[in-house]
């Protein structure tokens, strides 16, 4: 079951290459384009950066069973939040 996307903004180009460092260590996914999808360890997240915009969106479409969307959104949010980010939706 997928989780509701969740847009976080004022993701400069900094902020962005931190959340990609984030994400890899938190889930093992390597982030190599504004654009994509990629899945690890049963979690499958597809993001969405615009730069001119500055906002990321990220979404879980997939995740193990025993792990609700809000743990995983938890999870994202508490390392963002160490790049200066916070969500503006709720997953």
């Known amino acids: 079951m997928a989780c509701d996307p969740v847009t976080y903004p004022g993701v400069d180009s ?44 990220v979404q879980c479409t997939k995740k193990p069973l025993l792990i609700s969307c809000g743990m995983v959104k938890k999870r994202l949010t508490d390392g963002f939040e160490e790049c200066g980010i916070t969500a503006s939706d709720r997953m």
């Open 14 to 57: 900094s902020k962005w290459a931190c959340v990609k460092d984030v994400v890899s260590r938190a889930y093992g996914l390597s982030i190599e384009s504004d654009l994509g999808e990629a899945s690890e360890r049963g979690f499958t997240l597809k993001w969405r950066y615009d730069a001119s915009e500055q906002s990321l969106l």
